[in-house]
């Protein structure tokens, strides 16, 4: 299991920017917004161009102290039901995270994700973050069928819930 933890008051903003442009362009798999918690949850396909082929990369990210959040709706009309919580697998088009704006602050940090004219996107203010990376493999079980499995673990990976084993 590849797990990376990484808190914003140790590495800076710049880190955390780096690390959530590793999902620009790859398929918005999941995000959700705990106000009692306060915390935001979001979860992407890695694009990452030097895995082995038949490779599949995954990163959660978990924004914690969350002081705001704000989302923006985008034109399609299901994007209003995804207001606080949106999973791939129940929404009928692919999204992808195609833009994504950092203001790093001594007390808390801003990003922007926008999602395009469609979806919309999300605002929030937090001041610590973890990220958590997976890497599967793809065994093709059919014509157009094809089954995830962890690298590290061989255990069976759901590609719209990457992260649902005990360990994340």
């Not at 999602?115 to 493999?137: H, L, N, P, Q, R």
């Amino acid at each position: 299991m590849r797990k990376h933890i990484l808190f914003m008051k140790e590495f800076g903003g710049k880190h955390i920017y780096d690390e959530v442009s590793k999902i620009r362009e790859g398929l918005l798999i999941k995000f959700y917004y705990s106000k009692t918690e306060n915390t935001f949850e979001l979860v992407g396909e890695k694009v990452d161009f030097n895995l082995q082929s038949g490779h599949r990369a995954f990163l959660k990210f978990i924004f914690k102290n969350v002081h705001s959040y704000s989302r923006q709706i985008g034109l399609f009309e299901a994007s209003e039901d995804a207001y606080f919580d949106f999973r791939a697998d129940r929404f009928p088009i692919s999204i992808v995270l195609q833009e994504i704006a950092f203001t790093p602050s001594e007390n808390f940090n801003k990003l922007n994700l926008w999602f395009g004219e469609s979806f919309g996107g999300v605002d929030i203010s937090f001041e610590a973050a973890m990220v958590f990376e997976k890497v599967a493999y793809a065994i093709q079980t059919g014509e157009q069928e094809w089954m995830y499995r962890d690298l590290d673990h061989d255990e069976l990976v759901d590609i719209y819930n990457p992260f649902a084993s005990k360990d994340f």
